[in-house]
Nanobody, 120 residues
C-alpha cells in the first residue's frame, strides 16, 4: 500500500522556522522525484519545491527561494521541507508528492497534507 505521510506542520510566528517531513512507504522511493506543493484558501495548488530522485537537483518557486530547502534521505524514505523566515503568505496546506514518468506515463502519489499557519 502506497503511503506518503506528512508531519511537522503547525502554528509559527512570522520570521520563524518549521521543518516538514514526508515519510514514504509502499513504493521504491529512490526512483521518484519528490515535490512539495501548497494550497492556500481560495487559491490554486502551487509547486513550492522539488528534488530529483538521487537528490542531484533542486528547484524552488521564486516566492520561497533562499528561505526553503528540500533535502531527502533515500535510506530513510523521507523528504523534508525546511522552511525559514516564514511569512504570513506562506500559510497553506502543504502536500508531499512523488512523481516519475514511465513509458510516457506520469505516476503520482500524494500525501494527505499538513497545515502550516504563520501568524503572530
Amino acid at each position: 500500500q502506497v503511503q506518503l505521510v506528512e508531519s511537522g506542520g503547525g502554528l509559527v510566528q512570522p520570521g520563524g522556522s518549521l521543518r516538514l517531513s514526508c515519510a514514504a512507504s509502499g513504493f521504491t522511493f529512490s526512483n521518484y522525484d519528490m515535490r512539495w506543493y501548497r494550497q492556500a484558501p481560495g487559491k490554486e495548488r502551487e509547486l513550492v519545491a522539488q528534488i530529483t530522485s538521487a537528490g542531484g537537483r533542486t528547484d524552488y518557486a521564486d516566492s520561497v527561494k533562499g528561505r526553503f530547502t528540500i533535502p531527502r534521505d533515500n535510506a530513510e524514505n523521507t523528504v523534508y521541507l525546511q522552511m525559514s523566515s516564514l511569512k504570513p503568505e506562506d500559510t497553506a496546506v502543504y502536500y508531499c508528492n512523488s512523481h516519475r514518468i514511465v513509458f510516457r506515463l506520469h505516476q503520482n502519489y500524494w500525501g494527505q497534507g499538513t497545515q502550516v499557519t504563520v501568524s503572530s
